[in-house]
Every structure is written in C-alpha cells, then in structure tokens.
C-alpha cells in the first residue's frame, strides 16, 4: 500500500510527572458517541444519573457520521419470513429526532431478505445532540480518552482526557467503554483479543457519497453497477473488492458508496488501532475513492454528471480489539437464532465477514427461524475490571459474532442496556456482575427494548 511505513522507533523519552486538573465528578462516565455511546449515556441520564459521554470529534455517530455510514443495520430481523423492526427503546427516539429534521429515508429492502434505513449526517448529528441533552447528559467534544488511572487496581478510579484545554482528568464511579476500539477496557487491564487471531480482521472501508446523479437513469443501480463491475473485470479491471453498496440517500441525487477495501502490503486488513496503518489508509482510501468514482462516472447510467460530495472525516473501521468478556457471542449464536436467560435485547443481522476482496454474509434459516438472537449481559462485562461495562463494535463477542452485531442496531441495543446496567449497580450498591438481571430486563422494557422472548 502506498504511503504504509513500518518502521518502529526504538527510542523513549520520560515525561515528567504531574497534577492533573479534575474537570468533574460523574456517576456514569461514557467514552465514544457512537451509536452504542449515545444510547449508554441516554439511558443513564434518562434514569437519573450524572453522567458525561466524551467524544474525540465535534460529533456524535461514531462511524454513522465520521466514517459516512449514512444507513441504519440491525434495526430489523426477517422474523419467519416477515421483515420486522425489532430494536427500539433509545433508539426510537433518536430515529424520531432525525425523521423529525427531514432526514432519514424508509427502510428499504436489502439482500431480499431484511430492511436497512438511510439517514443524512447532519440531522443525525443535530438529532443525538438534542436527544442527550434532553436527558441531561453532559458532552464533552473535542477531548481524546488517554489512559485510566486505577485505585485499587481492579477499580477505574479516573480516564485522562487530552484536549485543546490541556491535559484533565474525570472521575467516575461506573465507566463505559463505547470507543469501539475498547481503548478504556485496554487501559485498564481488562483482557482482549484483536482481529481474528491469525493477524487480520474485519476489512476497513473509506465511504463516499456522491451528489448530481440523475435517480431515473440511475435506476437500481444497486444491481447494476455490480454487474458493470463483472463486465469491467472481464476487460482486465480490478476493484478493491465485490459487493458494492450503492444507494440512494433521502434526497435521490445524493448517493453513498461503500466499495473500497484497505488492506497491508502482505494482503491482511489494516489496523484501525495503529497511528501509521490508519495515515496510510485514509490516504489509500481517498485514492481507491476517486478511482472507483471515474469508473462509476464513465459507465453507470444516471452517474455522468456527478461528482464526490464528501469523503467522511476518517476511514471506516469495522473492527479491531474486541473485549473477552463473561461471555462471547459467537458465529453459532448468530446462526442458530440462539436464546439467552439474560438477554438484554436482539440482534437480526447476518454474519457479514468483510474478507480479502469480498463480503460473505451467512443467514440463520429464513423462514425457518425467527431470525434473531438474544444479546447477553453477560457480553458486557469485561473480565477483571469491577467498574466498568463494554458496549458497541468492542464489546465481548467472537470475530465471526462481531461481524453481525457489530451494526448499529446491536450497538444501541447493547448501549441502552449498559446505561441502564450502570444505574441499577449504583442504585443497589452492587457489583456490575451481581446486579439482579431480572430487575435490568424489566427497566430495559419499561424503556421501550425489545427483549425477544415472545417469539421462538
Ligand atoms: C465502512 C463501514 C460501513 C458500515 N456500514 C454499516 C451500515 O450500513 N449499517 C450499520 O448499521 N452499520 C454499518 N457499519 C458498522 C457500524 O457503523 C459500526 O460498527 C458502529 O458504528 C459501531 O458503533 P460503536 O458505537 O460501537 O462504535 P463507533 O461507531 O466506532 O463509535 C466510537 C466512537 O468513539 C469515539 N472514540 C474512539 N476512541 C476514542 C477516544 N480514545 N477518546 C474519545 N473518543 C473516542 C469515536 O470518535 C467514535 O465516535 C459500517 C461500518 C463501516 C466501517
């Protein structure tokens, strides 16, 4: 890959050390405004309690804006045979603040088997600002999470923030880590895995919309342009992978792209947890952008006029370390439609491995089964670590589970649940691991989540 070094600098420096100011005190502390940050520090401060969501951008969203997602998963399951909405409770609410500002499209049927649902950036960003601040969240944008310290050692007692008002520190009795990277977790000690273990993992993705597309000629260019693809390789072309996703946002002159694929010099995925992988992929990942658009340009009807709106502020990361938790969700779970007596919501998205070159889905039987399986408590809590709870693309699940429940539907449903965790473990005085799971399953229904245990 152009513009990838791998050299390592063998050499240290000792920072002094130093007091740090403390910026506040927090019942609830929640690091990342993703779609799993957003629900934790919404449910938490819905139920009451003081609680501060940090975000390194100016947003929130996580990948939904800063990486130009622009399109909800995992809010539906094919329940035999039947398209359903089964996600709801916090996000409900965010979906009703962003119609509200004119931006999200219907669902839209996708692979023939399940429905997907397009959004605009901007209302998304205006429409999970409104909605914490509405349940009285505090936010602080603009501030990077750099470490943790621990007291006793088992127990997260503070996180580093670096920001442009210098280096803090916030306090907390609960943490939840919705960085997706599981950089809190990591910190403090709480064990992980990485990728699939043989080196790789989930495959990154720089997005891109287009605008000026003329919707009649365009057609179902989602059909279409995978078939101009087919014929392009038969003239010697190559792209960065198959399956694309080309689709119309709310308004129809606007489309998004999900095409491009970054990989290593020896053909493995690139590390989103890694500062010089990540340069080097933004920079691969606007040229694998411009390239795929001359393409669409030249050949897909509706597209001669068109031009790239927006490459999104970052690359599109899918994976990296993922944290073992009490329990891991695996592929099989996926699959098998599977149950659990803890659950805290469902998942109805299919395995979607983005492997080298391609994307392999693998679907529970439809109609056969329901459709979707229960997500655990027990996937958010991490091992070692007494004060803190993990939700969203990082939380306790297999390479192959997380490749399902890793989308935004799973992301809110586990955020929701980890917010609500964390009030009941304050109120009751107790461990995250000993709260009463009944009394947390009827205070997620009380909120709107669907809990699955109606359908078999
Ligand atoms: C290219 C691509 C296409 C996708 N397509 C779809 C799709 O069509 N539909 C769908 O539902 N899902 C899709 N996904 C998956 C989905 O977007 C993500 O898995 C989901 O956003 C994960 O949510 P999360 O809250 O766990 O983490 P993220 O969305 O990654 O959010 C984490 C947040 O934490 C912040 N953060 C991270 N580290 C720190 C730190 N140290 N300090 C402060 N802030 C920090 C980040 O800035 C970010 O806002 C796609 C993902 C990619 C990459």
Redesign the pocket.
């Known amino acids: 890959m152009r513009g990838y070094h791998a050299e390592m600098s063998t050499k240290s420096i000792r920072e002094p050390e130093r007091d740090l100011p403390v910026r506040g005190e927090y019942d609830v502390v929640v690091?990342?405004?993703?779609?799993?940050?957003i629900a934790a520090a919404a449910a938490a401060g819905m139920l009451g309690r003081k609680t501060l969501l940090?975000?390194?951008?100016g947003f929130?969203?996580?990948?939904?804006t800063?990486?130009g997602?622009t399109?909800?998963?995992?809010l539906h399951a094919n329940v035999h045979g039947e398209i359903r909405r089964v996600v709801h409770g916090v996000a409900d609410e965010l979906l009703a603040r962003i119609d509200r500002l004119g931006g999200l499209n219907a669902p839209h049927v996708t692979f023939g088997k399940i429905a997907?649902q397009a959004y605009d950036t901007a209302a998304y960003k205006c429409a999970a600002d409104d909605l914490l601040l509405g349940h009285g969240v505090d936010l602080l944008f603009h501030?990077?999470?750099?470490g943790v310290i621990m007291e006793p050692d088992d127990t997260i007692r503070a996180l580093i923030l670096e920001t442009k008002s210098g280096r803090m520190a916030v306090l907390g009795r609960m943490f939840i880590d919705?960085?997706?990277?599981g950089?809190l977790a990591a910190w403090s000690g709480a064990p992980f895995e990485l990728g699939d273990g043989r080196g790789s993992m989930l495959y990154?993705?720089m997005?891109f919309r287009v605008n000026g597309v003329d919707p009649a000629a365009a057609g179902e260019a989602w059909l279409t342009v995978p078939r101009l693809m087919d014929e392009a390789e038969t003239r010697g072309m190559r792209f960065p992978r198959k399956k694309p996703?080309v689709r119309p946002q709310k308004n129809p002159i606007e489309w998004r792209v999900?095409v491009t694929q970054m990989k290593k010099p020896d053909g493995s995925a690139l590390n989103g947890a890694d500062v010089d992988e990540l340069t080097a992929g933004e920079i691969e990942g606007r040229r694998q952008a411009m390239e795929f658009f001359e393409f669409l340009k030249r050949e897909a009807p509706g597209f001669g006029n068109s031009y790239i709106v927006d490459t999104p502020p970052q690359l599109?990361?899918?994976e990296t370390r993922r944290v073992s938790g009490h329990y891991q969700l695996t592929r099989e779970d996926v699959l098998s439609c599977a149950s659990f007596p803890d659950t805290i919501g469902v998942n109805g998205w299919p395995i979607e491995a983005h492997v080298a070159g391609d994307v392999k889905l693998e679907w529970p039987d439809i109609p056969g089964s329901r459709g979707f399986n229960h997500l655990p408590y027990r996937m958010l809590l991490p091992q070692k670590v007494r004060n803190l709870l993990v939700?969203?693309?990082?939380a306790s699940m297999t390479h192959e589970g997380q490749s399902a429940a890793?989308?935004?539907?799973g992301?809110f449903v586990m955020?929701q649940a980890a917010g609500s965790a964390a009030h009941l473990a304050l109120s009751g005085n107790s461990a995250l691991a000993e709260i009463p799971v009944e009394a947390l399953q009827g205070l997620l229904e009380k909120n709107g989540v669907y809990l699955g245990r109606d359908v078999n």
Do not use: H, K, Q, W
Request: aromatic share 4%.
């Open positions: 690091l990342g405004g993703g779609p799993a940050g940090i975000e390194r951008y929130l969203g996580g990948m939904g800063a990486a997602v399109n909800f998963c995992g997907a501030a990077l999470g750099a919705c960085s997706g990277d950089d990154p993705t997005m996703v999900n599109g990361i899918r939700a969203g693309r990082c890793r989308v935004s539907g992301c955020g």
